[in-house]
């Protein structure tokens, strides 16, 4: 049996027009209420009360198990898919020996759902030494920026807290472990083997580049707050910390090879462009590097 033409083309139409209302409704409602929950760092805003008894209980965990057995629950905690919110794994973003660029950067929204700025996942490597935590250091220390974590992000983070802290202190006691327990890689910097090119860089770093002032010591941060004058990306509005004003807490150098796309916002994609912003439109700019001396900056970076 056929049908008329004219019969076949309403039909057709009013299909379409089903599909195209299917797309527009899936459109509109993904977004907000999805990326709402995307930041896995949002403040759960624990009572004081309630975060006290809970960092007071990660430490008696952290001391009930061997460091060994923590590191390696908490191992498999950071990789576990299944306890987050959208099945995000905290390893899914902070990734190590290999580059988190296509994670790109993770969404910030007001509580309407409105986007205001994307930030990207820091290097947690050295991260116990790297007080304070988060892109505006609102985070004194890396347990409470755990303990807020699990109870923000995992499903049944929230419900944990209230109902059974002691689960969601065995948690956070075996990440701060395993978090704690993660090195930078053994490279030429620690071997002593740079090439000449990243030796000629190093000096740079120390002297004409004046990157020491805030990237020194071991773990090549001064644990401080900075504007630095890092540009906005796609609309974005970060406010950064509020003193000193549009401040950035400086990260650890170590891995950085690995940590690609750079500053909270991922703004530069590779090292020669950090080095270039520094040269020339950075709050200690003018540099005067040349072309030359950008070379070396970046190999003596590359092995770190
Ligand atoms: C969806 C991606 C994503 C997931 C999943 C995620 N993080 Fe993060 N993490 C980020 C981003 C982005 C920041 C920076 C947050 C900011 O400054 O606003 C961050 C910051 C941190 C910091 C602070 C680092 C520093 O030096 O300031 C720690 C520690 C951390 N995350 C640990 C974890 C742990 C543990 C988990 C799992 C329980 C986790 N993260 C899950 C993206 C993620
Ligand atoms: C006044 C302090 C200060 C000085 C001087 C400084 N930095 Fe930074 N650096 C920071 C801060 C703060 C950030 C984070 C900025 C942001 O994300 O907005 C940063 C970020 C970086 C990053 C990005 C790391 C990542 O994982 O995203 C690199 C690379 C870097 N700096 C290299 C250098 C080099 C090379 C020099 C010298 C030419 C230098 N810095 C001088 C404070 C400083």
Redesign the pocket.
Known sequence: MTLPRSRMRVMLMLVALAAATLVVIKLATTDDSAIAKRDPHADPHLPAAQEHRLLAATDAASTATSKAELVSKGRSLFNDSSLARRGEACGGCHTFGTTNANQGTIPHSDSSGKVLFGR?P??LVGAAKTAPYG?TGNTATLKQMVVNTIVGHFKAGAANAKDHPDVVADQAAALLAYVSSIRPPTTSFDQGTMSPAAIRGEV??QGK???????GGPQF??N?????F?PNRDGWDDP?ATAPAH???????RD?PK??????????KD?RE??EF??AR???SP?N?TPQEVDD?VA??EAL
């Open positions: 990207d820091p290097n892109w740079l770093f580049g004046a990157c020491i002032g805030c990237h941060t001064d401080g707050m900075h504007n630095t890092v950064g401040a950035f807490n400086t990260p650890t150098l950085v940590s690609a796309p750079y500053m909270h916002n991922g703004v530069f090292l950090v080095v520094y040269n950075s709050s200690i540099l590097l900056l003596y970076m």
